[in-house]
């Protein structure tokens, strides 16, 4: 029930603030910024690009709030995941980092949270 009532939540929250109450961003922010600035890290590899990833995604999750929907676009918990990384693969493609080394980052990245949701599943 928990994950159930947790996801329950955030969508509630995406909801409220796609109709203009960006109060809920506050929930979120206290519910999943530490989720969002583990992907960042990891991808980014330094904590102050991580930290900028991370606001960038708030702002961007109450610009696209409205555009968010469970058939669509899956979980909610799992959207959030993808606008953070989505952020940190722009971030990486406009810095000097080279093609390989991105892929090496996202790659490393989409193993961890397989690993992660197999451990969770068990």
Same mark, same amino acid.
């Given at each position: 029930?928990?994950? =159930?009532?947790?996801s329950?939540m955030?969508e509630?929250?995406?909801?409220? =603030?796609? *109709?203009?109450?960006?109060s809920?961003?506050?929930? =979120?922010? *206290?519910n999943y /910024?530490r989720?969002?600035? +583990?992907?960042? =890290?990891?991808?980014?590899?330094?904590? /102050?690009?991580?930290?900028d990833? @991370?606001?960038?995604?708030?702002? $961007?999750?109450?610009e696209?709030?409205?555009?968010?929907?469970p058939?669509?676009?899956?979980?909610?918990?799992?959207?959030? @995941? $993808?606008?953070?990384?989505?952020?940190?693969?722009? $971030?990486? $493609?406009? +810095?000097?980092?080279?093609? /390989?080394?991105?892929?090496?980052?996202v790659d490393?990245? @989409?193993? +961890?949270?397989h +690993?992660d949701?197999?451990?969770?599943?068990?």
């Amino acid at each position: 029930m928990g994950k =159930i009532f947790e996801s329950q939540m955030l969508e509630s929250a995406l909801k409220r =603030i796609a *109709e203009g109450d960006n109060s809920y961003l506050g929930y =979120i922010y *206290e519910n999943y /910024a530490r989720l969002l600035f +583990s992907v960042a =890290i990891t991808l980014l590899g330094n904590a /102050a690009e991580a930290e900028d990833a @991370v606001h960038d995604t708030f702002l $961007r999750l109450s610009e696209k709030a409205d555009k968010y929907t469970p058939r669509e676009n899956g979980s909610a918990k799992a959207w959030l @995941v $993808r606008i953070c990384r989505n952020i940190c693969i722009d $971030r990486l $493609r406009t +810095s000097k980092n080279s093609t /390989a080394e991105i892929t090496s980052a996202v790659d490393d990245f @989409v193993k +961890s949270v397989h +690993s992660d949701i197999a451990f969770l599943e068990m």
